[in-house]
């Protein structure tokens, strides 16, 4: 192998995004990898941002093309045809990675053997997470969230724990439940945090899955010393379930709806007024589901298509996963909420995600909105649905009669909320307002003030985040395609920076 080629697959190894790394993580890669019997040139750094970690090169190896432009301030470096980032100059922004690195436990190394893991051979799995952590300390985001971080290995931990401690991280773990093995990992800087509090959210379900909440305080440089004004964000890091079959979708669906009660109860516990909130992770769900669709309806806008401009509907523009059946579709989001989004009252927003589900099988039964409802009404003599009857097309609809379905409290608050005038049944109007057309906008609803209901009068302005840029690495998947001699996780990273705001907030009533 010659060293061009070997220069190109440790960069594909990184995500190929055109940063170039310090000298001594060179040196580390190095030492992980062996020199394979070469010595080559070290890249050459043009510009390095060393508060952000970024450093931005200009690689003009050959083989590795003549794309890449020279970097000046407001400048946008280029490889190919992708825009991979713009100098940072402000030293109060924030940046975010997210990035599910595979735990070795669940890497296979033979797909005809599912037994043989990565796990089983510690040269390969501490060679890799040796790379991972190259990358992300040369990255140096002020916030890192991981997934699928092998807490079971001591070893591991203790590698991840020292190198992102000397680096000036705070790190907090978290464990899956049933000692599943894997679990989160959330490191944030403490050149850029104050940590005000962090908790552990336990899900308990079918899937063990756990989230991370952190409430920190941006402390230097800060956009206003103004004691008013709101410096502190919360930062979430979770990891949903597969959905291996149906079934799963509505139990993915409780797990960010436990999410997002949690958030509300940690707020009005702490009668904070309205702040920035980070929602970090593998959502293993993409833009056309329902997950995505109930965050958009509660006011989070999707930092990555923010930044690119894209729409709900641009499902296909990118990527960040190859799953284990080898499909490939993007998953991994860093979701932001302004203080300044009207969010619509959550038992709202999860009633009309669920009457979502409800609608998207009676429709992929071929039932028109007329067909649906002589379906809901069955065998009733008057022209209205009757609880039996919805409750019987629940269960055949598969939304209840497992161990995932709806519970009876559940199906009785979507009953509630469909019967509007409260007479024990659903006329069609009824039917068609509160389950077919059940409102899933992610636009501002000046009506959900109340949701704030309890908390003290905050100030009128506050800090909010605007997007600068988002990247995913490898570049290829920002195109929708997933690179085939990538081997650092079945994940690409996503990094978005994010430029603090002055914003109103409304003021709240108690």
């Not at 019987?392 to 608050?413: M, P, T, W, Y």
Request: charged share 25%; net charge positive.
């Amino acid at each position: 192998m010659n060293p061009n080629q070997v220069w190109k697959q440790w960069l594909r190894g990184f995500g190929n995004n055109g940063f170039a790394c310090p000298n001594q993580v060179w040196k580390q890669w190095l030492r992980g990898f062996g020199n394979n019997g070469f010595a080559h040139a070290k890249p050459k750094l043009r510009h390095t941002n060393a508060r952000h970690g970024l450093a931005l090169p200009f690689i003009l190896n050959k083989g590795m093309g003549r794309k890449n432009r020279r970097i000046g301030k407001g400048r946008v470096s280029r490889i190919g045809s992708y825009a991979i980032a713009s100098s940072i100059t402000d030293p109060a922004c924030v940046s975010c990675t997210t990035f599910n690195i595979l735990a070795p436990i669940y890497k296979r190394l033979n797909h005809e053997d599912s037994s043989h893991r990565e796990s089983d051979v510690k040269d390969y799995w501490l060679n890799r997470n040796r790379r991972i952590l190259d990358w992300l300390l040369c990255e140096r985001s002020s916030i890192i969230c991981l997934q699928e971080f092998w807490v079971g290995n001591e070893e591991l931990v203790s590698i991840y724990d020292k190198r992102l401690g000397d680096a000036g991280y705070i790190n907090f773990k978290l464990g899956r439940t049933n000692n599943r093995g894997d679990g989160l990992l959330t490191a944030v800087h403490k050149d850029y945090f104050r940590v005000i509090s962090h908790q552990d959210l336990l899900f308990n379900d079918f899937g063990d899955r756990v989230a991370q909440l952190l409430h920190v305080e941006l402390i230097a440089p800060s956009l206003c010393r103004n004691s008013n004004v709101r410096q502190e964000i919360l930062i979430v890091n979770t990891h949903l379930l597969f959905p291996h079959n149906s079934s799963l979708c509505l139990e993915r669906l409780r797990q960010v709806y436990k999410i997002l009660q949690y958030v509300e109860s940690y707020q009005k516990e702490n009668k904070l007024n309205p702040l920035p909130i980070l929602l970090c992770g593998d959502w293993n769900g993409s833009k056309r589901g329902h997950v995505y669709k109930f965050l958009r309806s509660q006011g989070f806008v999707s930092s990555y298509d923010t930044a690119h401009q894209y729409s709900d509907g641009d499902a296909h523009k990118w990527v960040s996963h190859r799953n284990h059946l080898g499909n490939i579709c993007g998953v991994d989001f860093i979701w932001l909420l302004n203080p300044n989004r009207y969010r619509k009252l959550l038992k709202t927003s999860w009633s009309a995600a669920v009457f979502g589900m409800f609608k998207y099988q009676l429709r992929r039964a071929s039932l028109t909105e007329d067909d649906a409802f002589a379906f809901l009404k069955a065998d009733t003599d008057g022209d209205y649905i009757s609880y039996a009857g919805f409750y019987e097309a629940l269960r055949q609809l598969n939304l209840i009669g497992h161990c995932n379905g709806l519970s009876v409290a559940e199906i009785k608050d979507l009953w509630e909320q469909a019967d509007v005038d409260g007479d024990g049944v659903l006329n069609y109007k009824e039917f068609k307002q509160g389950i077919w057309n059940a409102p899933w906008s992610g636009k501002s609803d000046r009506a959900s003030d109340d949701i704030w209901d309890d908390v003290v009068n905050g100030t009128e302005e506050t800090i909010g985040f605007s997007v600068k840029n988002a990247v995913l690495f490898p570049t290829e998947v920002e195109k929708g395609i997933w690179p085939e001699d990538y081997s650092l996780s079945d994940h690409a990273r996503l990094t978005v920076v994010f430029s603090p705001v002055r914003m109103p907030c409304s003021r709240l009533t108690s």
